[in-house]
């Protein structure tokens, strides 16, 4: 019988946990500033659902958990978290909402790749969609909100890439420019990448081959192949982030893994991370909801995995924000236990965090214990403060004790933590 984690999953441990909160609580606070609004939508969805919107990607090639159910359905455990809230949005008509949709979602993801660093099985997004504005306004305010997103949580030496993949109608323009640059090369290149040249040569710009990259650093400034309408949205988007001073840089070959982008497209990468850089990706998608029935209804997004921002965090040494205090209550004796069950009560209603071990009996058993939980505070109650009806109060920083009356615990905290008592 084999229990063994699966692979490419991993358990998160409750001291991980701490950094896991921190990008969730630090984004959903970001987010809400920008008023977007979380939704949640189902793990898998129908197979047909990616097939249609990310048919030419890695994904959905070689990379999908799909499954038929006991119903004989074809479902898949979503594999990304843009084209399931594109469904919700048609679903649901939040085409009707009197403002466009500004939303983010956060979740497992699974792709069947080959784990190493930073590349899991199931790995976890988090990642906004602003729907229903073609405004670059939109693609500006996405791109801020991420920004501000990573610079609070304190990362350093970050990079924002931006480029444009144009509409429908630059696209062939495009093409043919990446076509004319990489003619004379051709022959050096894989068969694979000689069929992409013939049928998706947009693609070859965001393959990881070494000859190809090498060729394509001298690509030149792909701007003048765009429409005169998709260069005044890129150029709004430029414009917007110089005049806010958030760094960018203008990447010609920059184009996404995922087929449904147009327009504006962007990463966000650390120099920090070696071969796995990136940490957040996104764009413009004017077709998608289109494509899968609804109206036509422009939008923009951006995701990013928080396990690779995680080890990121990390690797720049930066520190969680700290802990509430803890308080540790320590009978001295098996018959002083019920009234430091109140004490507890009385400290959780003013907020604190309180834990109280019922096994230990004896002072220096209490005191290593409660140095091992990092406690912030000991509250020690046995035979003396009873006689006395007293407690007595220990800071396991300063390592100062004193005695108090009981009837005094809740101001005494109250002064000492700024809390008051509900
Ligand atoms: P990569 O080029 O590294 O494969 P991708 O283009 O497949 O990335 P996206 O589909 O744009 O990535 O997903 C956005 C983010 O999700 C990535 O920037 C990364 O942080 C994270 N991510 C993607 N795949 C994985 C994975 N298998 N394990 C962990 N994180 C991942
Ligand atoms: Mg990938």
Same mark, same amino acid.
């Given at each position: #019988?084999?229990?063994?984690?699966?692979?490419?999953?991993?358990?998160?441990?409750?001291?991980?946990?701490?950094?896991?909160?921190?990008?969730?609580?630090?984004?959903?606070?970001?987010?809400?500033?920008?008023?977007?609004?979380?939704?949640?939508?189902?793990?898998? &969805?129908?197979?047909?659902?990616?097939?249609?919107?990310?048919? &030419?990607?890695?994904?959905?090639?070689?990379?999908?958990?799909?499954?038929?159910?006991?119903? /004989?359905?074809?479902?898949?455990?979503?594999?990304?978290?843009?084209?399931?809230?594109?469904? *919700?949005?048609?679903?649901?008509?939040?085409?009707?909402?009197?403002?466009?949709?500004?939303?983010?979602?956060?979740?497992?993801?699974?792709?069947? &790749?080959?784990?190493?660093?930073?590349?899991?099985?199931?790995?976890?997004?988090?990642?906004?969609?602003?729907?229903?504005?073609?405004?670059?306004?939109?693609?500006? &305010?996405?791109?801020?909100? =991420?920004?501000?997103?990573?610079?609070?949580?304190?990362?350093?030496?970050?990079?924002?890439?931006?480029?444009?993949?144009?509409?429908?109608?630059?696209?062939?323009?495009?093409?043919?420019?990446?076509?004319?640059?990489?003619?004379?090369? %051709?022959?050096?290149?894989?068969?694979?990448?000689?069929?992409?040249?013939?049928?998706?040569?947009?693609?070859? %710009?965001?393959?990881?081959?070494?000859?190809?990259?090498?060729?394509?650093?001298?690509?030149?400034?792909?701007?003048?192949?765009?429409?005169?309408?998709?260069?005044?949205?890129?150029?709004?988007?430029?414009?917007?982030?110089?005049?806010? /001073?958030?760094?960018?840089?203008?990447?010609?070959?920059?184009?996404?893994?995922?087929?449904?982008?147009?327009?504006?497209?962007?990463?966000?990468?650390?120099?920090?991370?070696?071969?796995?850089?990136?940490?957040?990706?996104?764009?413009?998608?004017?077709?998608?909801?289109?494509?899968?029935?609804?109206?036509?209804?422009? *939008?923009?997004?951006?995701?990013?995995?928080?396990?690779? %921002?995680? #080890?990121?965090?990390?690797?720049?040494?930066?520190?969680?924000?700290?802990?509430?205090?803890?308080?540790?209550?320590?009978?001295?004796?098996?018959?002083?236990?019920?009234?430091?069950?109140?004490?507890?009560?009385? %400290?959780? /209603?003013?907020?604190?965090?309180?834990?109280?071990?019922?096994?230990?009996?004896?002072?220096?058993?209490?005191?290593?214990?409660?140095?091992?939980?990092?406690?912030?505070?000991?509250?020690?109650?046995?035979?003396?403060?009873?006689?006395?009806?007293?407690? =007595?109060?220990?800071?396991?920083?300063?390592?100062?004790?004193?005695?108090?009356?009981?009837?005094?615990?809740?101001?005494?905290?109250?002064?000492?933590?700024?809390?008051?008592?509900?």
């Amino acid at each position: #019988m084999d229990y063994s984690l699966p692979r490419g999953t991993q358990d998160i441990l409750p001291d991980e946990v701490d950094y896991w909160n921190f990008v969730e609580k630090t984004a959903k606070k970001i987010f809400d500033l920008y008023n977007f609004n979380e939704i949640r939508t189902p793990i898998f &969805e129908s197979s047909q659902l990616f097939n249609r919107v990310i048919s &030419e990607s890695d994904i959905v090639k070689k990379e999908m958990y799909t499954f038929t159910d006991i119903g /004989n359905r074809d479902l898949a455990l979503r594999p990304e978290g843009t084209a399931p809230v594109a469904r *919700a949005f048609i679903t649901n008509n939040l085409n009707r909402s009197p403002q466009h949709s500004k939303l983010f979602y956060q979740g497992p993801m699974f792709r069947y &790749e080959r784990p190493q660093a930073g590349r899991y099985r199931q790995f976890h997004q988090i990642g906004v969609e602003s729907i229903g504005s073609d405004h670059p306004f939109s693609d500006a &305010e996405v791109i801020t909100m =991420s920004y501000r997103l990573f610079s609070s949580l304190g990362l350093k030496n970050i990079k924002i890439y931006i480029n444009s993949v144009g509409s429908d109608t630059c696209r062939p323009v495009i093409e043919a420019r990446i076509k004319q640059f990489l003619a004379s090369n %051709l022959s050096q290149l894989s068969e694979n990448l000689q069929e992409k040249f013939k049928h998706n040569p947009l693609k070859m %710009l965001d393959s990881k081959d070494e000859t190809l990259q090498t060729y394509l650093s001298g690509l030149p400034d792909m701007r003048e192949a765009l429409s005169q309408q998709s260069k005044d949205h890129f150029n709004f988007v430029i414009s917007y982030l110089d005049h806010l /001073n958030i760094p960018f840089e203008y990447k010609p070959t920059l184009v996404r893994g995922l087929d449904y982008y147009t327009e504006t497209v962007f990463e966000v990468v650390s120099e920090d991370l070696g071969a796995q850089n990136s940490i957040c990706g996104g764009g413009r998608y004017n077709n998608l909801i289109k494509n899968l029935g609804g109206s036509h209804t422009p *939008a923009v997004g951006f995701a990013f995995g928080i396990e690779r %921002l995680i #080890m990121l965090l990390k690797k720049q040494n930066i520190s969680l924000p700290n802990q509430p205090i803890l308080v540790y209550i320590a009978a001295l004796g098996k018959e002083y236990q019920m009234e430091c069950i109140h004490i507890a009560e009385d %400290l959780r /209603n003013l907020g604190l965090r309180v834990t109280i071990d019922y096994n230990k009996i004896d002072f220096n058993s209490h005191i290593k214990l409660s140095q091992k939980m990092e406690a912030s505070y000991m509250i020690i109650f046995g035979e003396d403060e009873f006689d006395n009806k007293t407690l =007595s109060i220990k800071d396991l920083h300063k390592r100062k004790q004193e005695s108090i009356p009981a009837s005094n615990l809740i101001p005494y905290f109250e002064s000492l933590t700024g809390l008051t008592y509900v």
